[in-house]
Protein backbone atom coordinates (compact mmCIF):
# COMPACT_ATOMS: atom_id res chain seq x y z
CA UNK A 1 0.00 0.00 0.00
CA UNK A 2 3.21 2.43 -0.03
CA UNK A 3 2.34 3.61 -3.59
CA UNK A 4 -0.99 4.39 -2.56
CA UNK A 5 0.06 6.30 0.63
CA UNK A 6 2.81 7.91 -1.43
CA UNK A 7 0.15 8.99 -4.92
CA UNK A 8 -1.98 10.15 -2.85
CA UNK A 9 -0.05 12.44 -0.52
CA UNK A 10 1.48 13.58 -3.47
CA UNK A 11 -1.69 14.95 -5.12
CA UNK A 12 -2.64 16.74 -1.92
CA UNK A 13 0.39 18.67 -1.89
CA UNK A 14 0.83 19.06 -5.71
CA UNK A 15 -2.92 20.90 -5.58
CA UNK A 16 -1.96 22.94 -2.64
CA UNK A 17 1.12 24.20 -4.27
CA UNK A 18 -0.92 24.93 -7.42
CA UNK A 19 -3.84 26.79 -5.06
CA UNK A 20 -0.97 28.80 -3.31
CA UNK A 21 0.90 30.30 -6.68
CA UNK A 22 -2.62 29.93 -8.92
CA UNK A 23 -0.50 29.94 -11.82
CA UNK A 24 0.12 27.06 -14.71
CA UNK A 25 3.69 28.45 -15.96
CA UNK A 26 5.97 25.76 -16.37
CA UNK A 27 8.55 26.75 -14.41
CA UNK A 28 6.30 26.74 -11.09
CA UNK A 29 4.51 23.43 -12.22
CA UNK A 30 8.13 21.50 -12.58
CA UNK A 31 9.33 23.13 -9.33
CA UNK A 32 6.28 21.63 -7.62
CA UNK A 33 6.41 18.43 -8.86
CA UNK A 34 9.67 17.98 -7.73
CA UNK A 35 9.01 19.57 -3.98
CA UNK A 36 5.70 17.26 -3.48
CA UNK A 37 7.19 13.92 -5.27
CA UNK A 38 10.24 14.81 -2.42
CA UNK A 39 7.87 15.77 0.39
CA UNK A 40 5.69 13.12 0.25
CA UNK A 41 9.09 10.68 0.22
CA UNK A 42 10.31 12.08 2.72
CA UNK A 43 6.35 12.74 5.19
CA UNK A 44 4.11 9.84 3.79
CA UNK A 45 6.92 6.68 3.28
CA UNK A 46 5.91 5.07 6.36
CA UNK A 47 2.34 6.91 7.29
CA UNK A 48 -0.73 5.04 7.55
CA UNK A 49 -2.91 7.47 6.92
CA UNK A 50 -4.43 7.71 3.53
CA UNK A 51 -4.07 3.71 2.97
CA UNK A 52 -7.73 2.99 3.42
CA UNK A 53 -9.01 5.23 1.08
CA UNK A 54 -10.33 3.31 -2.04
CA UNK A 55 -9.07 4.86 -5.64
CA UNK A 56 -12.08 3.91 -7.58
CA UNK A 57 -13.83 6.19 -10.30
CA UNK A 58 -17.06 5.28 -8.10
CA UNK A 59 -14.93 6.55 -4.79
CA UNK A 60 -14.60 9.66 -6.05
CA UNK A 61 -18.02 10.18 -7.65
CA UNK A 62 -18.87 9.92 -3.74
CA UNK A 63 -16.30 12.03 -1.95
CA UNK A 64 -18.26 15.48 -4.59
CA UNK A 65 -21.40 14.07 -3.75
CA UNK A 66 -20.06 13.74 -0.06
CA UNK A 67 -19.01 17.49 -0.09
CA UNK A 68 -21.38 18.69 -1.62
CA UNK A 69 -24.27 16.69 0.82
CA UNK A 70 -21.60 18.35 3.57
CA UNK A 71 -21.81 21.36 2.61
CA UNK A 72 -25.98 21.48 2.68
CA UNK A 73 -25.43 20.27 6.22
CA UNK A 74 -23.31 23.15 7.12
CA UNK A 75 -25.55 25.80 6.14
CA UNK A 76 -29.10 23.79 7.73
CA UNK A 77 -26.94 23.66 10.71
CA UNK A 78 -26.20 27.54 11.17
CA UNK A 79 -29.93 28.75 10.17
CA UNK A 80 -31.05 25.92 13.01
CA UNK A 81 -28.41 27.51 15.50
CA UNK A 82 -29.31 30.83 14.37
CA UNK A 83 -33.26 30.43 15.07
CA UNK A 84 -32.31 29.09 18.37
CA UNK A 85 -30.23 31.88 19.81
CA UNK A 86 -32.69 34.97 18.40
CA UNK A 87 -35.41 33.09 19.71
CA UNK A 88 -36.47 34.92 22.84
CA UNK A 89 -37.85 31.84 24.21
CA UNK A 90 -34.26 29.95 23.95
CA UNK A 91 -35.98 26.83 22.67
CA UNK A 92 -32.90 23.89 23.73
CA UNK A 93 -33.60 20.40 25.04
CA UNK A 94 -29.73 19.41 25.52
CA UNK A 95 -28.15 15.52 26.17
CA UNK A 96 -26.14 13.49 25.78
CA UNK A 97 -26.79 10.24 22.97
CA UNK A 98 -25.34 7.43 22.31
CA UNK A 99 -24.75 6.35 18.51
CA UNK A 100 -22.98 3.28 16.93
CA UNK A 101 -21.35 3.56 13.95
CA UNK A 102 -20.48 0.52 11.12
CA UNK A 103 -17.15 2.11 9.68
CA UNK A 104 -14.24 0.19 10.66
CA UNK A 105 -11.53 3.06 8.59
CA UNK A 106 -10.29 5.38 11.49
CA UNK A 107 -10.09 7.84 8.61
CA UNK A 108 -13.46 7.40 7.46
CA UNK A 109 -14.46 7.93 11.57
CA UNK A 110 -12.60 10.60 12.22
CA UNK A 111 -14.44 12.14 9.05
CA UNK A 112 -17.57 11.52 10.08
CA UNK A 113 -16.74 12.74 13.88
CA UNK A 114 -16.30 15.78 12.33
CA UNK A 115 -19.06 15.47 9.95
CA UNK A 116 -21.14 14.80 12.99
CA UNK A 117 -19.62 17.97 14.64
CA UNK A 118 -20.43 20.30 12.10
CA UNK A 119 -24.41 19.49 11.72
CA UNK A 120 -27.35 20.65 13.20
CA UNK A 121 -27.61 20.65 17.18
CA UNK A 122 -24.92 17.39 17.58
CA UNK A 123 -21.12 17.73 19.29
CA UNK A 124 -19.18 14.56 19.06
CA UNK A 125 -17.78 14.27 22.69
CA UNK A 126 -16.46 10.88 23.17
CA UNK A 127 -15.56 7.61 20.42
CA UNK A 128 -15.36 4.36 22.23
CA UNK A 129 -14.54 1.24 19.78
CA UNK A 130 -17.72 1.29 18.16
CA UNK A 131 -20.08 4.21 19.88
CA UNK A 132 -20.06 7.68 19.63
CA UNK A 133 -20.62 9.74 22.13
CA UNK A 134 -22.90 12.64 21.15
CA UNK A 135 -23.62 16.43 22.78
CA UNK A 136 -27.44 16.98 20.90
CA UNK A 137 -28.63 20.09 21.41
CA UNK A 138 -32.21 19.29 20.86
CA UNK A 139 -32.87 15.40 22.06
CA UNK A 140 -35.53 14.42 19.61
CA UNK A 141 -34.66 10.34 20.59
CA UNK A 142 -32.40 9.23 23.34
CA UNK A 143 -32.62 5.72 22.27
CA UNK A 144 -29.25 4.52 20.61
CA UNK A 145 -31.20 2.94 17.16
CA UNK A 146 -33.03 5.93 16.33
CA UNK A 147 -30.44 8.32 17.02
CA UNK A 148 -27.99 6.31 14.95
CA UNK A 149 -30.62 6.77 11.88
CA UNK A 150 -31.17 10.23 11.97
CA UNK A 151 -27.57 11.17 12.80
CA UNK A 152 -25.08 9.03 11.27
CA UNK A 153 -27.01 7.27 8.53
CA UNK A 154 -27.04 10.26 5.97
CA UNK A 155 -23.22 10.35 6.41
CA UNK A 156 -22.21 6.69 6.70
CA UNK A 157 -23.53 5.51 3.21
CA UNK A 158 -21.40 8.03 1.46
CA UNK A 159 -18.32 7.23 3.84
CA UNK A 160 -18.81 3.50 2.90
CA UNK A 161 -18.53 3.96 -0.47
CA UNK A 162 -15.15 5.97 -0.09
CA UNK A 163 -13.70 3.83 2.37
CA UNK A 164 -13.21 0.39 3.13
CA UNK B 1 -9.97 31.51 -17.77
CA UNK B 2 -9.21 34.08 -20.34
CA UNK B 3 -9.26 37.94 -18.76
CA UNK B 4 -11.31 39.27 -22.00
CA UNK B 5 -14.23 37.78 -20.17
CA UNK B 6 -14.04 40.16 -16.89
CA UNK B 7 -12.84 43.37 -18.88
CA UNK B 8 -15.95 44.84 -19.54
CA UNK B 9 -16.92 46.82 -15.98
CA UNK B 10 -19.98 45.88 -14.99
CA UNK B 11 -19.07 42.12 -14.78
CA UNK B 12 -16.55 43.60 -12.18
CA UNK B 13 -19.08 45.16 -10.40
CA UNK B 14 -21.31 42.14 -10.35
CA UNK B 15 -18.41 40.24 -8.40
CA UNK B 16 -17.44 43.05 -6.13
CA UNK B 17 -20.88 43.03 -4.77
CA UNK B 18 -20.99 39.63 -4.33
CA UNK B 19 -18.00 39.59 -2.59
CA UNK B 20 -19.49 42.25 -0.28
CA UNK B 21 -22.20 40.37 0.34
CA UNK B 22 -20.82 37.21 1.32
CA UNK B 23 -18.35 39.34 3.66
CA UNK B 24 -21.84 40.87 4.95
CA UNK B 25 -23.34 37.53 5.57
CA UNK B 26 -20.13 36.18 7.31
CA UNK B 27 -19.96 39.03 9.53
CA UNK B 28 -23.63 38.44 10.57
CA UNK B 29 -22.46 34.92 11.39
CA UNK B 30 -20.08 35.62 13.79
CA UNK B 31 -22.46 38.33 15.61
CA UNK B 32 -24.97 35.78 15.80
CA UNK B 33 -22.10 33.17 17.28
CA UNK B 34 -21.34 35.73 20.01
CA UNK B 35 -24.53 36.67 21.00
CA UNK B 36 -24.80 32.99 21.32
CA UNK B 37 -22.12 32.86 23.66
CA UNK B 38 -23.95 34.84 25.81
CA UNK B 39 -26.89 33.28 25.43
CA UNK B 40 -26.48 29.66 26.08
CA UNK B 41 -26.62 28.60 29.66
CA UNK B 42 -23.56 25.99 29.64
CA UNK B 43 -20.27 25.33 28.58
CA UNK B 44 -21.60 22.31 26.23
CA UNK B 45 -24.10 24.59 24.59
CA UNK B 46 -21.39 27.47 23.90
CA UNK B 47 -18.93 25.17 22.45
CA UNK B 48 -21.72 24.01 20.01
CA UNK B 49 -23.07 27.95 19.00
CA UNK B 50 -19.81 28.80 18.54
CA UNK B 51 -18.01 26.18 16.37
CA UNK B 52 -20.72 26.24 13.80
CA UNK B 53 -21.56 29.93 13.37
CA UNK B 54 -17.90 30.57 13.44
CA UNK B 55 -17.00 27.80 11.31
CA UNK B 56 -19.83 29.42 7.94
CA UNK B 57 -18.29 32.63 9.27
CA UNK B 58 -15.32 32.67 8.13
CA UNK B 59 -15.68 30.46 5.50
CA UNK B 60 -17.98 33.54 4.20
CA UNK B 61 -15.65 36.34 5.48
CA UNK B 62 -12.43 34.60 3.70
CA UNK B 63 -14.84 33.85 0.52
CA UNK B 64 -15.62 37.49 0.19
CA UNK B 65 -12.40 38.93 0.48
CA UNK B 66 -10.92 36.38 -2.18
CA UNK B 67 -13.69 37.95 -4.58
CA UNK B 68 -13.40 41.63 -3.61
CA UNK B 69 -9.82 41.07 -4.37
CA UNK B 70 -9.93 39.89 -8.12
CA UNK B 71 -9.02 42.59 -10.34
CA UNK B 72 -7.65 41.09 -13.27
CA UNK B 73 -8.81 37.32 -13.55
CA UNK B 74 -5.70 35.72 -14.78
CA UNK B 75 -3.32 37.66 -12.13
CA UNK B 76 -5.17 37.82 -8.79
CA UNK B 77 -3.56 34.89 -6.91
CA UNK B 78 -5.57 35.36 -3.66
CA UNK B 79 -9.17 32.58 -3.98
CA UNK B 80 -6.63 29.90 -4.57
CA UNK B 81 -4.91 30.64 -0.92
CA UNK B 82 -8.70 31.56 0.63
CA UNK B 83 -9.46 27.99 -0.63
CA UNK B 84 -7.04 26.52 1.23
CA UNK B 85 -8.07 28.71 4.50
CA UNK B 86 -11.43 27.22 4.07
CA UNK B 87 -10.20 23.77 3.69
CA UNK B 88 -8.20 24.10 6.80
CA UNK B 89 -10.74 25.76 8.83
CA UNK B 90 -12.90 22.94 7.99
CA UNK B 91 -10.51 20.42 9.32
CA UNK B 92 -9.13 21.67 12.31
CA UNK B 93 -12.29 24.10 13.96
CA UNK B 94 -14.38 20.65 14.55
CA UNK B 95 -11.05 19.02 16.05
CA UNK B 96 -10.14 21.63 18.44
CA UNK B 97 -13.73 22.43 19.58
CA UNK B 98 -14.07 18.70 20.58
CA UNK B 99 -11.08 18.91 22.65
CA UNK B 100 -12.49 22.36 24.51
CA UNK B 101 -15.63 20.06 25.24
CA UNK B 102 -13.74 16.75 26.08
CA UNK B 103 -12.01 18.89 28.30
CA UNK B 104 -14.69 20.34 29.97
CA UNK B 105 -16.39 16.89 30.17
CA UNK B 106 -13.34 15.20 31.77
CA UNK B 107 -12.95 18.36 34.60
CA UNK B 108 -16.97 17.56 35.24
CA UNK B 109 -18.72 20.82 34.60
CA UNK B 110 -22.07 20.51 35.24
CA UNK B 111 -24.53 20.61 32.86
CA UNK B 112 -27.36 23.08 32.69
CA UNK B 113 -30.56 21.66 34.47
CA UNK B 114 -32.56 20.97 31.01
CA UNK B 115 -30.51 18.57 30.14
CA UNK B 116 -32.55 15.28 29.60
CA UNK B 117 -29.97 12.62 28.99
CA UNK B 118 -26.45 11.75 29.47
CA UNK B 119 -25.66 8.63 28.09
CA UNK B 120 -22.03 8.39 28.23
CA UNK B 121 -22.82 8.83 32.48
CA UNK B 122 -25.22 6.15 32.28
CA UNK B 123 -22.25 3.87 30.18
CA UNK B 124 -19.59 5.23 32.60
CA UNK B 125 -21.52 4.03 35.62
CA UNK B 126 -22.44 0.75 34.01
CA UNK B 127 -18.55 -0.18 33.20
CA UNK B 128 -19.09 -0.43 29.58
CA UNK B 129 -16.37 2.18 29.27
CA UNK B 130 -13.68 3.66 31.34
CA UNK B 131 -14.14 7.40 32.39
CA UNK B 132 -12.46 9.70 30.20
CA UNK B 133 -8.81 10.94 31.86
CA UNK B 134 -6.50 13.77 31.26
CA UNK B 135 -4.29 13.01 28.98
Redesign the interface.
Known amino acids: MKIKNLSVSFVIIMAAWLLLNWSFKAEIIVVGLVLSLLLSLLFCSKCQLFSEIKLTPKAFFYTLIYIFVFLIELIKANIDVTKRILSPTLPINPGVVKVETTLNSKMARLILANSITLTPGTFTIEIHENALYIHWIDVKYSDVNQATEILVRKFETYLKEIYD | MSPDIFKEGFRMEIIQYLGGALLIMGSL ?1 LL ?1 AS ?2 LI ?4 V ?2 R ?3 G ?3 S ?2 GAILSFLGIGLLSIENWSE ?6 V ?2 LIIFI ?2 T ?3 S ?2 IL ?2 AA ?1 VMKIP ?2 K ?8 E ?1 IDNK ?2 EE ?1 KDE
Open positions: SIIGRMPDYNVQTTKATLSNWIGRIIIINPVSHMRYFTDTKVDKLKDVLP
